[in-house]
């Protein structure tokens, strides 16, 4: 797991994630009302996962994230229309790439 | 020759493009059809990763070769219509709330062998009694206790709809293992992947029906197997069981950081053989030292539920699928269960778990 430190009681909580303009932007929304935007590039180029190949998405589309997918509590599993899938963000990851 | 459904049945083995779902739910399929005692099967893959597809385009081959009567297995990848692309989803996550189900509890250790089951067992028997709906889900494929411990023979059997399994219940508690369905002596040697499928199944295909508490009995140890228990069930918290001596406890430590590491709680930690009072003389002997697992969850800062003690009244009834908090409820060593059935009852319903998992939305 690439996020081992949990997160202390306390720290934001997303309340909401939310895939907007087919796919281009990841909106997410905390608990202690912050609220950000993320790119699919931004979140593509930020994957945690180990398999970092990249492929193009299909001719004549843009990146776009086509499915969010719950992992336990801790996190979600994103899908990109170039095939990868494999990465999993943690709420902590997701408050990073929110805020910086 | 086989028919479709024994050939989609023994696809379900083989994961699909995805490289997880099972090839028959993964949508992939095209089409299957037949001719002599050949088997042709098309499916649709993404252009951009057929390289990749391969192994599964032999994996297929492979599993519809071994049915009897077939000759030869042709498997064609089809590329994936890009017009078609399917719409953004959200799809049905692995780690959603199961239907009916309030809170899901882990029990759990770092070690086999210090009494998870018996007070998982004993637990749920408790919490029923307190009057909460409860259901056991024995997740420890490896080692099902679950059957013994309720003294359960029978065989679960299909639900009115034909599709779920129905749990057995006993003590007023819902029970299901995997060693209702495989014999008592046979081992159970499963790849990683075959437990993950059959605790989904065992998660989402039983009719648990309304459960206030579903208590996860967990494999011992701190694997793959107990992870992806954690990835697919939204649990509430879990709690650790350990014997009170060190060797014991440095395995509850990691059980705890497991559960740390995918944000699930911790709602206590169990001292188990925690102290013995000799039944002839009336000593009391510490065999495997005392209040360690007390010290340890101070340590790591999580609550801790109680101890039970070394006492062959529990031994004897544990073995005799007649649990001493069903069969014994006066007995001290069942108020001893008691005690912690209460302490998790409030630590899961009184300072009700705020962090709700997020929406996900597909806009």
């Known amino acids: 797991m690439s ?67 719950q992992m336990g509590n801790y ?9 990868h899938s494999t990465g999993i963000y943690t709420w902590r990851l997701l408050r990073s790439l929110t805020t910086h | 020759m086989p028919s479709q459904s024994e050939i989609l049945a023994a696809l379900a083995a083989v994961p699909g493009p995805d490289g997880r779902t099972p090839l028959p739910q993964s949508g992939a399929i095209d089409g299957v059809t037949q001719r002599d005692d050949k088997v042709f099967i098309a499916i649709r893959i993404n252009p951009a990763e057929a390289a990749k597809m391969a192994p599964m385009q032999a994996a297929v081959e492979r599993a519809v070769k071994a049915l009897p009567g077939v000759g030869a297995v042709l498997v064609t990848l089809t590329a994936e219509n890009a017009s078609a692309k399917p719409a953004p989803r959200a799809r049905p996550a692995r780690g959603r709330p199961i239907e009916g189900v309030d809170k899901i509890i882990a029990v759990a250790s770092g070690k086999g062998g210090v009494g998870k089951s018996t007070t998982a067992c004993n637990l749920a028997i408790g919490l029923a009694r307190l009057g909460l709906k409860v259901g056991v889900l024995d997740a420890d494929v490896f080692g099902p206790s679950m059957p013994r411990l309720f003294g359960i023979k029978e065989k679960p059997t299909l639900a009115a709809d034909g599709q779920k399994l129905k749990p057995i219940e006993k003590y007023g508690v819902k029970v299901m293992s ?19 499928s059959a605790l989904n199944q065992f998660l989402r295909d039983v009719e648990w029906g309304e459960l206030d508490v579903m208590v996860i009995d967990m494999p011992p ?5 107990q992870l992806t228990i954690a990835q697919n069930a939204p649990m509430s ?52 030292a005392h209040g360690g697992a007390r010290h340890e969850a101070e340590a790591q800062g999580a609550p801790f ?6 006492h062959i009244l529990i031994r004897e009834t544990s073995d005799g699928g007649a649990p001493v908090v069903a069969t014994a409820p006066d007995s001290p060593q069942a108020k001893a269960f008691m005690d912690i059935a ?22």
């Open chain 1, 3 to 69: 996020d081992p430190s949990p997160l202390p009681p306390g720290e934001p909580w997303p309340e909401e994630l939310r895939v907007q303009d087919s796919g281009a932007q990841f909106k997410v929304t905390f608990d202690d009302g912050v609220v950000g935007s993320i790119s699919a590039e931004r979140l593509r180029e930020a994957s945690p996962s180990a398999d970092k190949s990249r492929n193009p998405p299909p001719p004549g589309q843009p990146l776009a994230i086509i499915e969010v997918e």
């Open chain 2, 178 to 196: 995997i060693g209702f369905l495989v014999e008592d002596n046979s081992a159970i040697v499963w790849r990683g992947p075959m437990v993950t």
């Open chain 2, 237 to 288: 918290g879990a709690v650790i069981v350990s014997t009170p001596q060190d060797l014991s406890l440095i395995d509850a430590r990691r059980a705890i950081a497991m559960f740390k590491q995918v944000e699930t709680p911790i709602l206590g930690v169990v001292e188990n053989m925690s102290y013995f009072v000799c039944p002839h003389c009336g000593t009391r002997s510490d065999i495997f």
């Open chain 1, 75 to 83: 996190a979600v599993r994103i899908g990109f229309n170039d095939g």
């Open chain 2, 221 to 225: 140890g701190t694997g793959d197997v």
């Open chain 2, 342 to 363: 209460e302490r998790l009852r409030s630590a899961l319903f009184d300072t009700a778990n705020k962090r709700i998992l997020p929406r996900i939305v597909m806009d």
């Open chain 2, 305 to 310: 539920l109680g101890e039970t003690p070394l």
